[in-house]
């Protein structure tokens, strides 16, 4: 069995965010634990921004990896902010952090593109041609970006409301904002974000 290098440090980055502040562990601390090697660390990541980001796409992004996932938005969201609860002690810290590479600046872009290709998929599926991009484009980074800039302050603020409430505003407010744009299709296929309010 292969060992996986990634998921060791990962896992020594996390244990140590219990102890340790997150700003304050050091590539050093995290190869102490680890017994790794500088290059054996800079052979997988880049620094300490690039191995967060790695935990946050691996450990809490992990259904949203696959355009094709079987559930529907709202339940792959809720299974997203129930994950994002259970690392609430690495994230916390993991958003305060700024800086060019931080995650929070991640988490503001990283889903315009997934999501981008979501509702061109979806519209070509059900409407049966290629979307006006340029206005697709504008109202998929505005709900991208308020769903993410939402995301970061319910983390800030340590989850005042439960992970099914946050899926479920989320998922309704898309429904009316991307309504009009998506419902000129065929009606082969449900609305992305359902027909009518949670």
């Known amino acids: 069995?292969?060992?996986?290098?990634?998921?060791?440090?990962?896992?020594?980055?996390?244990?140590?965010?219990?102890?340790?502040?997150?700003?304050?562990?050091?590539?050093?601390?995290?190869?102490?634990?680890?017994?790794?090697?500088?290059?054996?660390?800079?052979?997988?990541?880049?620094?300490?921004?690039?191995?967060?980001?790695?935990?946050?796409?691996?450990?809490?992004?992990?259904?949203?990896?696959?355009?094709?996932?079987?559930?529907?938005?709202?339940?792959?969201?809720?299974?997203?902010?129930?994950?994002?609860?259970?690392?609430?002690?690495?994230?916390?810290?993991?958003?305060?952090m700024c800086g060019q590479n931080c995650l929070k600046s991640y988490m503001l872009e990283h889903p315009f593109e997934w999501d981008l290709q979501y509702h061109e998929k979806w519209y070509e599926k059900n409407a049966g041609e290629k979307p006006v991009m340029e206005e697709l484009r504008f109202f998929t980074k505005y709900h991208s970006m308020a769903s993410a800039g939402l995301t970061i302050e319910w983390i800030k603020e340590d989850m005042p409301v439960p992970p099914e409430i946050m899926a479920e505003r989320i998922t309704n407010l898309r429904r009316i904002g991307l309504g009009e744009l998506l419902k000129d299709t065929k009606d082969k296929e449900e609305h992305p974000y359902g027909t009518r309010l949670q």
């Open 1 to 96: 069995m292969a060992i996986n290098i990634k998921q060791i440090v990962a896992d020594a980055l996390l244990e140590l965010c219990r102890t340790k502040e997150l700003k304050a562990i050091t590539i050093k601390d995290i190869r102490e634990k680890t017994g790794i090697s500088r290059q054996g660390f800079y052979n997988h990541f880049r620094d300490k921004d690039d191995l967060i980001h790695w935990i946050y796409y691996d450990r809490v992004m992990t259904n949203f990896h696959d355009l094709d996932a079987g559930k529907g938005y709202y339940e792959n969201l809720k299974d997203y902010f129930l994950r994002a609860e259970a690392y609430h002690f690495f994230l916390k810290p993991a958003v305060m």
